[in-house]
């Protein structure tokens, strides 16, 4: 099997509203058993993308494919299992009813609907709600059967648009564990939050989207080191006399710099020649890198250097 | 196909089924208005050359009809439910396809509407002696083929206007029209001549024309077939616009 039969591909897609470019060549391609998550601001984009990706919206120019299939392909809607962003369920079926009835669209009926149902309600944390009203559930537990009705035909693809928003902590911790078993079975899963804690506890790659584009496609560990920063400390001892230069600061006994996230080892090695050259020695070392947060909130400031402020470093 | 569309229909029905308020309105108000309407229906009779006939032989098919068309309603509801509650865009998204999408609801409300049709025509044997002088199975075909006009009208409604306000005013305000021009609230030849002659455009006039003829002139299954033929070709008319009409890039799309 080709990398291509496999997987969700959404190769340079572009999408105008009248004259409003809303996605501009954007591409991301998940392999099976793989999460990205789709990262961005409001009105970046992402639903826009997600519509596009699942076969609800015709893109103005590029191409999707799940599995080797187009949307426009017979099988290519039983692929795909999507939770759009607005809750979709009928209020007055049962939590039961609801996961039944959308299971047997998808050809999911009888005693193999049966099983999956009650597999997906365990997951998911509802055995004691099973049989309540949709329109009587907390709005946690609505968020969740509203996952799970993405879910009854294990999809090869799977779209979560913002999944767990206005879900408690519970509900986000049980939504995002279902996601990682899926993932981890096989599916191919676009996820979008704006949880960043959820993309790391997913173990999902990361794909920033800003005004229609995608600005950055990686692990997590390759966006902060691209975008984030590393604070670089070191306590010295002997040598306090002399003028330290830029990115340098003297905080006491501590020199503090901030390096580019990429390669903090170079400021640090810079750093012990000066302490060295200057009659000073180096006794403790302390490097410290950015989150995904900060990453992520200097890709949205458009930075494309890392310059300024690692976070959570204490000198 | 035939499954996803079994699919969609097994949902809307358990949706009724949970709560039948709508089509139990659409029984029980068109039963409790047969008395009152009982003693002009037999002098209409009467000055129609159809003397010493029950008035329930006009009444309750007449009747019957009118909260037929008003029963289109539900449909409207049925769309823009799964509108406000979100599922439509999941039904976009299944493998059900728009056409299996629009049998499947379309199904669902074709049973509602012959159960009301039935049950009240029903009603009307069991407690105001209706009794239809001709054929029963020409009540069932055209029962039948009047349900089918309707939920392919309430479709086409449904596509056309872009509210449910919207919707649902076209379908009273048309509903009333048509029931009027078909006769239910009297014999067509009791109209003024210009409504006379519009009349057949009321796919009401061809039900209440055939029931008319089963009821009180012993009409069997071959007089009626032309009747029938009508409505079917308004059900095919109004199918047809109603596939045009959510194939254009919309809401529903």
Known sequence: ?315 | MLRRSLAVAAIDARILRRDPAPILVMIVIPLLFVPFLLPGASAQLAATGHAGASGAQYAVPGLAVLFAMLCVQQIVVAFHRDMQSGTWERLRISPAGLPSLLAGKALAAFVAQLLQLGVVLGGGVVLFGYRPAGSWMGIAVVGFAFSLVMVAFGVLVVGAFATQDQALAVCSIVAMLMAGLGGAFGPVAALPEALRAVAPVSPAFWALDALSALSLDGAGLHDILASVAVLFAFAGAFAVGAVVAFSRRGRWS
């Open chain 1, 1 to 315: 099997m080709s990398a291509r039969e496999s997987g969700v591909h959404i190769d340079r897609v572009r999408k105008r509203f009248g004259s409003r470019p809303v996605l501009t060549d954007a591409e991301i391609h998940i392999e099976p058993g793989q999460v990205t998550a789709l990262l961005g601001p409001n009105g970046a984009g992402k639903t826009t993308f997600v519509a596009i990706a699942t076969g609800r919206l015709r893109p103005d120019a590029g191409g999707v494919s799940v599995a080797g299939l187009s949307p426009d392909a017979p099988g290519f809607a039983a692929l795909v299992g999507c939770a759009p962003q607005d809750t979709g369920v009928y209020p007055t079926l049962t939590l039961r009813e609801n996961l039944a009835g959308f299971g047997a669209l998808y050809g999911v009926r009888g005693g193999a609907s049966r099983v999956r149902v009650d597999e997906l309600i365990s997951a998911l944390d509802l055995d004691a709600v099973a049989d309540r009203r949709a329109d009587r559930l907390s709005g946690g537990q609505r968020r969740r059967l509203h996952t799970a009705m993405a879910l009854v035909h294990r999809p090869a693809a799977l779209f979560l648009d913002e999944p767990t928003v206005a879900a408690d902590v519970s509900s986000r911790a049980r939504i995002v564990d279902l996601v990682r078993s899926l993932a981890d079975d096989g599916a191919a899963v676009l996820y979008t939050t704006h949880h960043l804690d959820e993309v790391e506890r997913l173990g999902a790659d990361v794909a920033f989207l800003r005004g229609g584009r995608i600005r950055d496609l990686g692990t997590v560990d390759a966006v902060i080191a691209r975008w984030g920063s590393a604070r670089v400390a070191l306590r010295t001892v002997g040598g306090e006399a002399y003028q330290v230069s830029p990115p340098w600061r003297r905080t006491g006994e501590w020199l503090v710099g901030v390096a580019d996230g990429t390669d903090p080892g170079r400021l640090l090695a810079r750093g012990i020649d000066e302490v060295t050259a200057n009659g000073g020695r180096v006794v403790e070392v302390d490097i410290r890198r950015s989150s995904l947060e900060t990453a992520y909130l200097r890709l949205l400031d458009g930075a494309d250097t890392a310059s300024e402020g690692a976070d959570g470093v204490a000198a």
